[in-house]
Structures are given as structure tokens and as C-alpha cells.
């Protein structure tokens, strides 16, 4: 989230309905995000840990997009906690 000068602190609803998504896909790929989306990274990990963090977050974005295209393509404005 990007807070430059005059950028609004709060979320619109499609803003918040698209983060409530990428945390729902990112559960679904093993990988568990703060509120915030970001996630915690430590020294201890390897290389080949991060390789696979890199990998579920890719996939999770990855749902994101074709959801949100579906919901484009579908023009419904569904609510984001409906399956």
C-alpha cells in the first residue's frame, strides 16, 4: 500500500474486498500473510524456502487476478465473503 502525500489512509470497499481475496488465496497456497499482506522473513531461512515463499505468493496473486477478471468480465459486484 502505498501512503505518498495525499494518498487516502483508508480503503475502499473493492481495495478491501481485493485484500480480504489475496489473504484467502495466500491461506489456500500455505502461505499466511499479516492484515497488512506482508509476510516474515528471517536469516535463518534458505534459499530454497524463500524460492517456495516467492512461489505460493505468485500462485496466490496469480488467483487474485483471474478472480478479479472473472468478476470484471461477469460485471457483478458480489460481496468479497460470498463463496
Not at 489473504?23 to 499482506?37: E, Q, S, V, Y
Not at 509476510?39 to 500462485?59: F, G, N, P
Amino acid at each position: 500500500m502505498d501512503f505518498s502525500a495525499g494518498t487516502s489512509w483508508f480503503h475502499s470497499d473493492d481495495q478491501s474486498c481485493l485484500e480480504g481475496t489475496l489473504d484467502r488465496a495466500a491461506l489456500n497456497h500455505g502461505l499466511f500473510m499479516t492484515p497488512h499482506d506482508m509476510i516474515a522473513l528471517s536469516t535463518v531461512m534458505t534459499d530454497a524456502i524463500i524460492d517456495q515463499v516467492v512461489e505460493q505468493a505468485h500462485a496466490a496473486f496469480a488467483d487474485v487476478a483471474a478472480e478479479e477478471k472473472r468478476r470484471l468480465t461477469n460485471r457483478t459486484r458480489r460481496h468479497c465473503f460470498e463463496a
